[in-house]
T-cell receptor, first 115, second 112 residues
Framework: GAGVSQSPRYKVAKRGQDVALRCDPI?????LFWYQQALGQGPEFLTY????????KSGLPSDRFFAERPEGSVSTLKIQRTQQEDSAVYLC?????????????FGDGTRLSIL | GDSVTQMEGPVTLSEEAFLTINCTYT??????LFWYVQYPGEGLQLLLK?????DKGSNKGFEATYRKETTSFHLEKGSVQVSDSAVYFCALSETGTYKYIFGTGTRLKVLA
């Protein structure tokens, strides 16, 4: 079946521009996660949705970062007034349930470069 | 707080060599443990998992055993192939939570 789909694969923006990154989770998956992966590092948690409810946004680095999942399926991560330090790969993951022992399935990521 | 420590890479091996990638963790409870693999230009793929002490996860010839006494989850493979070249991430998730905590990753390069 289809996996987690992210778009665009690559995004280049000028400092100060707003960007929107899209995630299409596996159909029927309740939980959706966003991670930020800096070059040479492991992914770091940004935010978590259970259906349409954003239950944890503790990892969002600043109020310039905003995520939504209005209908409990597709999610968008928006970054306003981008800065160079926002350059990273943004990974989306989904899982069937909401507990940690269920594996998360990752998309291929969006590589964001801020000039 | 919870953390995962992986051995530094890159690890360079010849084809058919034995592989060990060390992973140790710090957690307050009884986490689930995972190994993910990331091929160039791709997202993370689950390789194997273990949810309780002494469990052994295995997949595609890779194995890892959940050792609570040493807080470790080392990844092993008896005979690596060139196609195993990738970055390997160890991760944990605390019981009752959903958040994954990842190590920094270990790059494996297998030479023909």
């Amino acid at each position: 079946g289809a996996g987690v789909s992210q778009s665009p694969r690559y995004k280049v923006a000028k400092r100060g521009q707003d960007v929107a990154l899209r995630c299409d989770p596996i159909s029927g998956h309740v939980s959706l996660f966003w991670y930020q992966q800096a070059l040479g590092q492991g992914p770091e948690f940004l935010t978590y949705f259970q259906n349409e409810a954003q239950l944890d946004k503790s990892g969002l680095p600043s109020d310039r970062f905003f995520a939504e999942r209005p209908e409990g399926s597709v999610s968008t991560l928006k970054i306003q007034r981008t800065q160079q330090e926002d350059s990273a790969v943004y990974l989306c993951a989904s899982s069937l349930g909401g507990t940690g022992n269920q594996p998360q399935h990752f998309g291929d990521g969006t590589r964001l470069s801020i000039l | 707080g919870d953390s995962v420590t992986q051995m530094e890479g890159p690890v360079t091996l010849s084809e058919e060599a034995f592989l060990t990638i060390n992973c140790t963790y710090t957690a307050t409870g009884y986490p689930s443990l995972f190994w993910y693999v990331q091929y160039p230009g791709e997202g993370l793929q689950l390789l194997l998992k273990a949810t309780k002490a002494d469990d052994k996860g295995s997949n595609k010839g890779f194995e890892a055993t959940y050792r609570k006494e040493t807080t470790s989850f080392h990844l092993e493979k008896g005979s690596v192939q060139v196609s195993d070249s990738a970055v390997y991430f160890c991760a944990l998730s605390e019981t009752g939570t959903y958040k994954y905590i990842f190590g920094t990753g270990t790059r494996l390069k297998v030479l023909a």
